[in-house]
């Protein structure tokens, strides 16, 4: 990624809208299930480098502002899985995206579908494997069976979001008529 004025610019508008998406559905976004809007924006990594850091940051930014703080295994944690997940989709889109001159529409492209998989297993595992001990009740004891169900509650709740708002967001974006509105290339 090269460190110019408009990566940065688009990186610093991801982390505020990562970061501020979460916040204002904060009721659904943090606990037990955790539906946050805002893990949309990850797929925008698969071809904009800048998002990398920008939901990475946001992420960060999200958690440690969370109203019902949970501590910095939290706050570090879902940074480090977001973080994960970007890198991967990063790695997934320069494969999928790599035929720019392929004018399919993307819902029909090979390989489409397979974007948000590394946010849903990065999210399921390593969000799953911390957040079951940190929302325990003082009586109640940890399982395994517990933190396996919790894993795949959190990748369910990430695939609901990341599919059903984050590959439509992706293909708004990666429209013509869209970078050219936005002034930018997606």
Avoid: H
């Avoid at 790695?91 to 492209?109: M, Q």
């Amino acid at each position: 990624m090269k460190l110019n004025i408009r990566s940065v610019s688009q990186a610093a508008i991801i982390a505020a809208l990562y970061c501020a998406l979460t916040l204002v559905i904060a009721p659904i976004a943090f606990g037990p299930l955790q539906f946050r809007v805002s893990e949309a924006l990850m797929l925008l990594t698969a071809c904009m480098p800048a998002a990398i850091p920008g939901v990475t940051l946001g992420c960060f930014l999200a958690n440690l502002l969370n109203p019902n703080n949970l501590g910095p295994i939290d706050i570090f944690g879902g940074t480090l899985a977001t973080f994960l997940a970007a890198i991967l989709t990063y790695a997934l889109g320069r494969r999928f995206f790599s035929d720019a001159g392929n004018t399919k529409k993307l819902w029909s492209r090979p390989g489409f579908y397979l974007l948000p998989l590394p946010s849903i297993i990065c999210n399921g595992l390593i969000v799953g494997v911390y957040l079951t001990p940190l929302l325990l009740g003082s009586g109640e004891a940890w399982t395994w069976g517990l933190t396996l169900t919790n894993m795949g509650i959190f990748s369910v709740c990430e695939a609901v979001v990341v599919y059903v708002l984050g590959l439509p967001l992706l293909v708004a974006l990666r429209s013509a008529q869209t970078r050219e509105i936005l002034g930018f290339s997606v």
